[in-house]
């Protein structure tokens, strides 16, 4: 069974600076896909980042990059130039790949509460 | 357009009464899935329709949680007999048909809060 781990329940950072969310997972699978969810106040989780096993380069959205270590079963998300806005809980996850579908369940971290502070 | 809806938003009910949770995926989306979000659990997950093949169930409590999907969209996660443990964010989420792109993201709605009294 896969299991997602996330070591840090909670971060701060103040605005401008970058930090760091550490996730590992444990898995015998070679196909999957790595997730990175965002959940404010609101309650709606937001993907933030995906990347997919097989690619060796690191996935970025605009602030947001990953440093994806496949050997060590790594997945930290980084965050540049923190927003007030990017205050939430965040959670990594897992998906094994499904070739008859490409989408699968979610296995997700216990989440990092994240404050940015002006 | 129009992402994943839930009803209601709030639900509180007494214990021993059943309930019943809806979900309106995004259209189009052929996925559909249900998870429990609690303090003592995290996010866990229940119950997964892709298209018309059986659904994957390894995920679901006990046999007094049940789902269905009609006509291929609409989704109700249905407890009965409800026991305080239940109390918990059901969040439902929806991802596009196989071959489309993003088929393996899933999108979440705002979730239902359930407590039971």
């Known amino acids: 069974a896969q299991t997602v781990t996330q070591s840090q329940p909670e971060m701060s950072v103040q605005e401008a600076e970058t930090v760091t969310l550490s996730c590992t997972y444990d898995?015998?699978?070679?196909?999957?896909?790595l997730f990175w969810y965002k959940q404010p106040p609101s309650r709606q989780m937001i993907l933030v980042i995906r990347?997919?096993?097989?690619?060796?380069q690191n996935a970025t959205e605009n602030r947001f990059s990953v440093n994806f270590q496949k050997a060590a079963k790594s997945f930290s998300l980084k965050i540049s130039d923190s927003q007030l806005g990017d205050t939430a809980m965040y959670f990594c996850a897992f998906m094994k790949h499904e070739s008859s579908s490409n989408t699968g369940k979610l296995i997700f971290g216990q989440g990092t509460t994240l404050q940015v502070k002006p | 357009g129009a992402g994943v809806s839930q009803s209601p938003s709030n639900k509180v009910t007494e214990k021993g009464k059943d309930v019943e949770l809806r979900c309106d995926p995004i259209s189009g989306h052929t996925a559909l899935y249900w998870y429990r979000q609690s303090l003592g659990q995290g996010l866990e997950f229940l119950i997964y329709?892709?298209?018309?093949?059986?659904?994957?169930k390894s995920g679901l409590p006990s046999d007094r949680f049940s789902a269905e999907r009609t006509g291929g969209s609409v989704s109700t996660l249905t407890i009965q007999r409800t026991q305080q443990e239940d109390s918990a964010v059901y969040l439902c989420?929806?991802?596009?048909?196989?071959?489309?792109?993003?088929?393996?993201?899933?999108?979440f709605g705002p979730g239902t809060r359930l407590t039971v009294l």
């Open positions: 990347q997919e096993a097989y690619k060796q």
């Open positions: 329709f892709q298209g018309n093949s059986a659904p994957d």
């Open positions: 898995t015998s699978e070679n196909n999957y896909y």
């Open positions: 989420a929806s991802s596009p048909p196989p071959l489309a792109r993003s088929t393996d993201t899933q999108y």
